[in-house]
């Protein structure tokens, strides 16, 4: 059994100089952020006071012209990245502006208070002002990328999209115990991963304040219809103790944010299990080497070890899948595929590129769910035994 976190004495008490350190660290992330948004303001009220319309500087996150790429880190935003900026007298950006200083005032509060507020709270507190709760999620995210700071000490919390099982126990800020080990209910993961990490830092008067594993390894499954048929299967107790993970296709940041805390927390190796086809490889990518829009936040979002378990392209001619549940690709796709062999990170996984080229010269791609068309169980009982034991990753 893997304990995090063990204590430096024989007692269940962390010894002060770490508690003090934990304090003065989060005291200086609070008095940081505020100074910050203080300065920001000033700048409007500077501006104001010398009759000139106030601006505000974005870094662009969506330009690849702003990335770099780093084998240990993935993407990252470079130095002196191209900006756009939000003006208070231009009828097509003074929305913005007024959405953007709201919640920065909102943050400031939160953070001064030291409480927290979901996106969702952001928005109904003020329809009117937001369009959208997506208006919301990226304003947050920009002005996470501004503060140049990580988006959890913003305060402002996401729900998750994603769920987790398996060997894995541990406790959320809130005093709640999460056990993952049911072998039929998955658990969603949580909203303030950080807060999982603050528990580390606090006075424990018992163990069951540990984070618990014994698992092998972690298993990012892209689809919950695939993760839910592993968890009816029992996948996680049959073979090897482990822990599967889904953000149900496109992975929110929190679920980005658990594969991340599994990793530096446990030790353990990371797979990936996706569906034979452009979309499925785009989504490993995220997880492995992060994504442009959040590539000011790689360093806690990435995670570089990630391995491609399945399902391989070449698997399909291996296993001799059926060809009546292969699909066609479509041009949208062979665009996808062109687009991902151009990425930075591809020149350092020749092994995913003869994957992916194999993939365009068939011209075909098939879902986790074909190779029932072998055996209705023979995903779990025969495909992922095997992989597992002998190797079979990239």
Not at 189 to 207: D, E, M, P, Q
Not at 293 to 298: G, H, K, L, Q, R
Not at 375 to 384: E, K, N
Request: net charge positive.
């Amino acid at each position: 059994t893997i304990l995090v976190y063990i204590p430096a004495k024989a007692t269940n008490e962390v010894p002060c100089e770490v508690l003090h350190e934990t304090v003065a660290r989060i005291q200086t992330n609070v008095v940081f952020i505020l100074t910050r948004i203080e300065g920001i303001i000033l700048e409007i009220v500077t501006s104001l006071s010398k009759g000139e319309a106030p601006v505000l500087t974005l870094t662009n996150r969506s330009s690849w012209s702003n990335i770099s790429f780093d084998r240990a880190i993935g993407l990252q935003m470079s130095s002196g990245s191209s900006v756009s900026v939000i003006r208070s007298d231009c009828p097509s950006s003074v929305t913005k502006f007024a959405q953007i200083l709201k919640i920065l005032s909102v943050i400031y509060r939160l953070v001064q208070r030291n409480s927290y507020a979901t996106k969702r709270d952001i928005y109904y507190d003020n329809t009117q002002l937001f369009s959208s709760q997506k208006a919301v999620d990226h304003i947050v995210d920009d002005i996470s990328c501004m503060l140049k700071v990580p988006r959890r000490s913003l305060h402002v919390l996401a729900t998750s999209k994603g769920f987790i099982a398996g060997d894995l126990r541990y406790m959320e800020e809130d005093g709640t115990r999460i056990d993952c080990r049911s072998s039929s209910v998955a658990v969603a993961v949580s909203s303030n991963i950080g807060g999982i990490r603050s528990i580390l830092s606090k006075a424990f008067k018992t163990s069951s304040h540990y984070i618990v594993s014994s698992a092998k390894f972690v298993l990012i499954v892209e689809k919950d219809a695939t993760f839910q048929r592993l968890l009816d299967d029992n996948f996680c107790t049959k073979l090897f103790p482990c822990i599967i993970i889904t953000g149900k296709g496109v992975p929110d940041v929190n679920s980005r944010l658990m594969v991340r805390k599994l990793w530096d927390t446990l030790h353990i190796p990371i797979f990936a299990l996706v569906d034979a086809d452009p979309h499925g490889i785009e989504i490993m990518c995220i997880y492995k080497y992060g994504s442009v829009a959040m590539s000011f936040e790689a360093h806690s979002l990435t995670v570089p070890s990630v391995m491609w378990l399945g399902l391989l392209p070449s698997d399909l001619q291996r296993l001799w899948v059926p060809k009546d549940v292969l699909i066609p690709l479509t041009k949208r796709d062979e665009s996808k595929l062109s687009s991902l062999l151009k990425r930075p990170y591809l020149t350092s996984q020749p092994n995913w590129q003869k994957e992916m080229e194999l993939m365009t010269q068939s011209r075909v791609k098939a879902e986790i769910q074909s190779l029932a068309a072998i055996a209705p169980d023979f995903l779990t009982s025969i495909y992922l035994p095997n992989k597992l034991r002998y190797g079979g990753w990239v």
